[in-house]
């Protein structure tokens, strides 16, 4: 071996592989996932920053009327004040900080849960108030007389009210002849004016809120349905088309505590299957174990486990970059430019992302060529990109918020800075060295994005580079191994052979 | 098939992949710490001059932008010149222009205005053609009136001649034209035109436009090979001097035949391409080989 340094990598295998077996042999921990939807990790964070004295706030809780079962239950508080309270089979959380008089510090309380089996399971409190909404201010177009016979039609024709109208408001053309609203409502609008509708027929609904369960979430991302009560019968009723196919859903919360304690509070909610628990499940004593519990990241709370599940994919994106420039020979925007471009299609998916980052370049392009005739001096001009990206981005989070495209609205990760730099090295380049190289730049960027975007997102790698993440030693040393590869890049055989058969 | 076949194949002809390159030859053989050496053009410069080689005359150095503002009076001076940046690469952020009357004009003749050259002197300033992009300075120099003898050999830019420097021997050279694709720059990715040259006559040998052989230049259609260069001996010895300056044991050297003053040394480079290969038809390694040299 010419460099004696070369045994780091094998060594480091060895360590990883060493690890990996003690896991697996001893330890009992599984190489490939398990079916994690039946078991939630749900979280909420209560900021106490800028929270007003004699502040009480509540917080609907699972409770024992819930079809999911508890597994785990945890409060942490930073000013003594919490208790949970049941009434009528719902639980409550209440906090307060009246009486203290120095200041609070960053977090009022945080409360996690883990749950299995966490579907639509909550009944709805009998003693829900009215929802003070004034439908005429806030829906201006509506004529409660269209609608009033529309219902009329419906119990006519035996039908379920609740379910007949649900149908309807999810067609905005059904929406528009039957109440007279010809503005485009987002969801959660629609939900309110469905709860007031059939409370005036005599149903117990309520707005309910949850996540889409396949997808883990950190702050945003919530449905709204309604759910709906007459009789001794529950409906759950979806004004989206695509979660209306039995798609589950974890229910959280009833919209008009939900207001009473989310307005003028700081507070995140966070979800993620909690693969720990299903992960160890066969060996609990393994929970026991010291080596484990140095180790393990499943046991940090669910919003920083969010970061690292994304952190953790970077190394493998960062070896493809390194095995497709060292060993194929592409040539792309910036050296982790595409791994940055591939965790913002991990956010909103492969077809939001490419529509949005080519939006996102065109624009940007066409501004750039704007400026360009001001003669900016670079410092400022990349500026002014920036800027216009990041503008770009609120008013597509804005215009999805307002027709429901849920992936839209969350692009908030998509890389701004390297959008700018992209723009700018494309403006540059397309002067320098023309179109058609750009363009073969721009479409390999866009390439190794989607390949290391697919591979991210593939359940057992996901699973591998969180649950094993000793795993990222072995990677450090194929990239020490790829780093010393002193031979033909794939492009080179292209471009040397006319050549060589010469 | 193809691809063990054109491995083999490229294994056997002694072609120098990046890879190899990168690994074998640049971090064998440059450390970092000479890297600016030849990363500044104003330091290479300086450094050519201390050892006897001659360069372009410096005229003028622009550090900051105040001085921007009153570059017209500075310009205004010379019939002739090039703006650099002082760490660009691959022949970005050079512009040459000719005077007369104060107004400034590109080689094609074009009119350049001031606030242009000021425009592109602020972006020189901050960074845009530097490498990694940090702020750089711009100079202005003499511009080199290419030898008449050869004149057929460029459109409109000026060629400039590449010699690949091996521990202070030469290995490979090549002579780059402009043409018309490439901008009038002697930049191979850019369209320009590679000619080999044979290290012992100075001779020219194959022509490459990509990586096509060509006979003729594609705009003035001038036969490009058996020409022989000119004061080639000189050219040959200022190139292998650049290794004490630079003290760089694996480069590529750059100069121009000025009508006038002979051969030049515009800059060095530690990180030459390998299109040089195609050029000369033979691979780095095969001919590091037949040179009895070792890496």
Known sequence: MKNKFLIVPYLLFAIAIGMLAYRHFVLKAEFLPVITNDTWKLE?????????????????????????RIIQEGYSQTVQGMTVYESNGIRTLVWSNRGVENSIPEKAFNYSVVLQQGTSGIEIPSNLSQLSVDLVADFPDYQPELLTKYIREIKQAKKNVALELGECFAKSKCLESNTGITKSISIRKKAILLVNVLRQNNFKAAIARGFYPEKPTKDTNFIYWVRAEKEQKTYNVFLDSEISNGQQVLFWDFLDELNQISNPVNMHYSMLPDENYNFLKPQKEVLHSKFFDLISLHDLPASVQVVYRVMLLI????????????????????????????????????????????????????????????????????????????????VISKISWNFNLVEGFSATLFPIIVISMIIERMSIMIEEAGIKPTIKNLINTIIMSSIIHLIMTTKIVQYWSFSFWEMHIVIMGLLMLIGRYNGYRLSELFRFRNLVNK | MFFL???????????????????????????????????????????AQQVGIPVPELYYVIESYFQIKNIHEVLSKYASFVIKP???????????????????????????GLEKIKEHLGNTLSGLYSLGGQPDRAFVEYKVDFDPQHSNLSFQGTPDLRIIILKGQPVMSMMRLPTQQSGNKANLHQGAVGVGIDLETGMTTFAIQGSSLIEYHPDTKAKLSGIKINEWEKIITYAEKCYEVFKL???GVDLVLDEKLGPLLLEANARPGLSIQI?????????????????
């Open chain 1, 44 to 68: 909420v964070t209560v900021d106490a920053e800028e929270l007003a004295s004699n502040k009480v706030i509540k917080l609907n809780i699972p409770s024992t009327l819930s079809k999911a």
């Open chain 1, 315 to 394: 190394p493998l994106g960062a070896l493809i970059v390194a095995f497709t420039r060292i060993i194929i020979g592409v040539s792309a925007f910036g050296t982790f430019m595409s791994v940055l471009v591939a965790l913002s299609f991990n956010q909103v998916g492969l077809k939001v992302g490419l529509s949005l980052l080519l939006i996102m370049i065109v624009a940007g392009l066409i501004f750039r060529g704007l400026m360009s005739k001001m003669r900016l001096l670079s410092v400022a001009r990349i500026s002014c990109t920036l800027i216009f990206v990041i503008m770009s981005i609120a």
């Open chain 2, 5 to 47: 076949n054109t491995l083999k194949q490229l294994r056997e002809a002694g072609i120098l992949g990046i890879n190899r390159r990168n690994i074998d030859f640049i971090q064998k053989y440059n450390r970092r710490k000479y890297f600016p050496n030849v990363d500044s053009k104003l330091k290479s410069k300086l450094l």
């Open chain 2, 86 to 112: 002082e760490h660009g690469s691959g022949g970005k952020g050079i512009i040459v222009l000719n005077q007369k009357d104060g107004k400034f004009f590109k080689l094609s003749g074009e009119e350049v």
């Open chain 2, 249 to 251: 044991g694996y480069m």
């Open chain 2, 279 to 295: 050029a000369n038809q033979c691979g780095m390694l095969k001919r590091i080989k037949d040179l009895n040299l070792t890496y």
